[in-house]
């Protein structure tokens, strides 16, 4: 199958030509017809697979073909994506498809000025990229209106639909107008999530393109055990051992300051990138990493979904995630695009309930090994074979209220301050604190 066997419009197919896109990736394949026929889509793939261009080119085929131009405050097509780097990889990747289709389009998320999102927003747009927090900001500001909504996109939707952006979520389907398309991808989908999907989208069509949940089996995975106050004396000595060229270190914010200090300390090129961080810093640790300016990138979850780092070999879990899809995610950096690479995590005996969730997940037991000199005084116990394994725990869904119900009479509704309101106490409270415990950006 060829990209021009979808249906594609030519400027897009010379666009995938300078790129050297030869041929659709399976997401690719089932996906782009069924958007481009305005199904709803609710579409797993593994991690590096191409969903980018699965949801971003009949994304822009749809406008492209409008004979009106837009008009003040008209948005054609909406992309949500949890962080602000994503945002911007995803914006220049609408760039890329879109470089011979003269669209306007905008990307806009938090820890910059909103001065210039608001002006552009005002002479409306064909392809707005947004984090759900600035969108919301910018809405009630009344940069843009949600009438000439046609497409939403929400990638990594597992985790835009849970808890931690309720209040957002539901305020963008509240004004939304109806009929829309929306469009759901993600490599991970929890069975939860699944069932609020189905109340929010219009006889949608599933794609799974591979085994749902699952790793991409060019990431060779494997964990060493070790005990917790020694993890960053590890990982410095398997830095020096064996003198990787390029790491991305995954850890929770306190890991992150940390090792970054010490990794300083004792002369590696490090940076760090986490919500702590301003926005240009942010964006630029992770530039100078890309550009292989600097050799380790330390970063919190905000790294961890979506990212395209080009060929990178190897990616280190300082600790395991407290949700056990995000490390299918946080594996994903590396192995994407048909490249090969490596993860590993550094485990020690209080995860083993999580490295239990994990395994169960992925359907896989991890390959595990001690390294000389940091055997654990406390053991990591084995997970139990299959059939004497707990349940991992059920994760929280998102307002069971949020649906395509609830936005009938979106425009009465259509004032983000009452959709709060409509959230609940409990369901507000509970995303404050999921959203903490996630490192996502609501701005
Ligand atoms: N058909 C294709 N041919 C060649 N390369 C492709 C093709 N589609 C996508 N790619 C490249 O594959 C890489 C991964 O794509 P993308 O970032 O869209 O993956 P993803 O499925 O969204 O992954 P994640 O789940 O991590 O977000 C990118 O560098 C992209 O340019
Ligand atoms: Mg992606």
Sequence with gaps: MTFADLNLIDPLLRALEML?????????????????????????AQTGTGKTAAFALPALQNPANEETSVGPGDVRVLVLVP???????????????????????????GGVSIGPQLKYLRNGTDLLVATPGRLLDLYQQRAFHFDEVRTLVLDEADRMLDLGFARELDAVFAALRHPHQTLLFSATFSADIRSLAGRLLHAPLQIDASPRNTAVSSVKQSLVTVDKK???????????????EQVLYLSAPKGCRHLLETLEYQGFPADASHGDKPQHIRQRALDRFKQGEISILVATDVAARGLDIDELPLVVNFDLPSVAEDY??????????????????LVCADEAPMLRAIEQLIQQTIRRSEERGFSPEHRVPQTAPEGQQSKPAKRPSSSAKTGRAAAHGAKKAANPGRSKARSGGKASAAGQRKAKKNPTDRH
Excluded: M
């Design 83 to 109: 962080t602000r780097e994503l945002a911007e990889q995803v914006f220049n990747s609408f760039c890329d498809y879109g470089h011979f289709l003269p669209l306007r389009g905008l990307v806009a998320y």
């Design 230 to 244: 020694r993890k960053t004396e590890l990982f410095c000595h398997l830095l020096k051992k064996h003198r990787w």
């Design 328 to 345: 299918v995610h946080r594996i994903g950096r590396t192995g994407r695009a048909g490249a090969s690479g490596v993860a590993l995590s």
């Design 20 to 44: 050297a896109y030869q041929t659709p990736t399976p997401v690719q394949a089932q996906a782009i017809p069924a958007a481009l026929a305005g199904r709803d889509l609710l579409a797993a």
